[in-house]
C-alpha cells in the first residue's frame, strides 16, 4: 500500500499558514491535517473552521480535519461548510455522551459527502470502534496523547495497528487508510508502515527538518 504524509500544521507558523499550505503541497505532502481543539477536550485552543475556509483555495490536497473537541456532532456542518475533505473524531468525546453517538456523527459527516473517520487514544482498545469500521474511510490511533505536538511516539501502539488493519481485513477492506498520529519520525516511520499504517502524520518531523521535502520523502520511504 502506498504510503502517504500528513504534515500537522499545528507545528507551523499560524502567521504565515497561506505560504505554508502552499509550500506542502509543493513538497510532496498528500494531506493537510487540520488539528482542531476546543479547549475542553484537551486543554490547548487551537483553530476552528476559519482556518478551513482560509486554506482551501490554497491547495488542492485533501483537507483532514482532526477534531479533538466536546460534542462533535454539533460542529460538522460547520467543517464541512468550511471545506473539509475528511473528519475525524474522538471515541472519547462521543462515548461520554451517548453509545450511538459516535455512529451518529460518522454518518452524519458522510451525509455531506465527505470522508469520516474515528479516533482512539492510546489508553482506548481498537477494539472498541470495530463495530464502526464499516462506516469509516480512516481509523486514526493516537501515538500520543492528544493536545500537544512534538511528544514521544508510544510504542504499544504498534500492536492496535496490527490488529486494526487485520480487522480491516476481515471485514473486506484491506485497503482502509489506519492513520497513526503523534510522535512520528524518521527512525520510526518505517516500523510504523510494517505494522500495517498507511497515513502518518508528522508535525515536529517535517517542521523542525531542515528541509521538509527530504522529511516527507524520508517518512514515506
Ligand atoms: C496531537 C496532534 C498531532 C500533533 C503531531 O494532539 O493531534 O497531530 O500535532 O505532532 P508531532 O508529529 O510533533 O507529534
Ligand atoms: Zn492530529
Do not use: W
Request: net charge negative; proline share 6%.
Amino acid at each position: 500500500m502506498q504510503t502517504k504524509i500528513a504534515p500537522s500544521i499545528l507545528s507551523a507558523d499560524f502567521s504565515v499558514m497561506g505560504e505554508t499550505v502552499k509550500k506542502l503541497e509543493a513538497c510532496g505532502a498528500d494531506l493537510i491535517h487540520c488539528d482542531v481543539m476546543d479547549g475542553s477536550f484537551v486543554d490547548p485552543i487551537t483553530f476552528g473552521g476559519q482556518m478551513i475556509k482560509n486554506i482551501r483555495p490554497l491547495t488542492k490536497l485533501p483537507l483532514d480535519a482532526h477534531l479533538m473537541i466536546e460534542h462533535p456532532k454539533t460542529q460538522i456542518k460547520f467543517f464541512a461548510e468550511a471545506g473539509a475533505d475528511i473528519i475525524t473524531v474522538h471515541y472519547k468525546a462521543c462515548k461520554k455522551i451517548s453509545d450511538t453517538y459516535l455512529e451518529e456523527t460518522l454518518k452524519l459527516i458522510k451525509s455531506y459527502g465527505l470522508k469520516c473517520g474515528a479516533v482512539v487514544n492510546p489508553d482506548v482498545p481498537v477494539e472498541n470502534i470495530f463495530p464502526v469500521f464499516p462506516l469509516c474511510d480512516m481509523v486514526l490511533l493516537m501515538s500520543v496523547y492528544p493536545g500537544y505536538g512534538g511528544q514521544k511516539f508510544i510504542p504499544e501502539v504498534l500492536d492496535k495497528i496490527e490488529k486494526a488493519r487485520e480487522y480491516a481485513k476481515f471485514i473486506g477492506r484491506p485497503e482502509m487508510d489506519i492513520e497513526i498520529d503523534g510522535g512520528v519520525t524518521l527512525d520510526n516511520a518505517a516500523q510504523i508502515r510494517v505494522a500495517g499504517a498507511n497515513v502518518l502524520v508528522a508535525g515536529s518531523a517535517v517542521f523542525n527538518a531542515p528541509d521538509m521535502s527530504a522529511a516527507i520523502d524520508g517518512l514515506r520511504k
